[in-house]
């Protein structure tokens, strides 16, 4: 029988190495967490506002825009990068948030990328565009703190 004690820890220590694979799935699912949990939110919303079908995208963004669209918005794309930090945190298991700010700096990039370079940059108002880009990275970093400080709690009960 396997002694558990020979075993590599589900959540390795702190001052380990964590694995390359281990790391680069922990990066890459917070940035697809992100994405997917705001993307599905932000559809879902302007679906149900909508008082027709959606069509196209300039009827999508008439919607999408309104004020209180663009209120939830900032709502929730905090909370998901919030959720997508603890996860990466989670994933890597150890050095929580150096890995959370990986995964934060691609996300920032990405939407910053979006937003200036991207097919659909000019639906968005400038101000929407520098809030989303300016609190995703901390909000990510703020759930993968939350991960961090949980863990030692985690590991400490029986």
Do not use: C
């Not at 380990?16 to 939110?41: D, Y």
């Not at 149900?48 to 669209?69: E, H, K, L, M």
């Not at 050095?95 to 910053?112: D, F, K, M, R, W």
């Amino acid at each position: 029988m396997d002694n558990p004690e020979d075993r590599e820890p589900l959540i390795p220590d702190p001052g380990s190495p964590i694995p390359g694979s281990r790391a680069l799935l922990a990066v890459l699912g917070g940035v697809l967490l992100f994405m997917v949990v705001s993307e599905a939110l932000e559809t879902t919303l302007v679906s149900a506002i909508a008082d027709r079908s959606v069509t196209d995208v300039a009827s999508y963004f008439a919607v999408r825009n309104s004020s209180a669209v663009l209120g939830a918005k900032v709502a929730y794309n905090t909370l998901a990068a919030i959720l997508a930090g603890y996860m990466t945190a989670k994933i890597a298991g150890g050095h929580e948030v150096p890995y959370a700010g990986i995964a934060a700096a691609i996300q920032t990039a990405s939407l910053g990328w979006g937003f200036t370079m991207g097919e659909y940059a000019a639906f968005t108002p400038a101000w929407m565009r520098w809030v989303v880009v300016l609190t995703t990275g901390p909000a990510m970093l703020l759930g993968a703190s939350i991960r961090a400080k949980a863990r030692p709690v985690e590991t400490e009960q029986p």
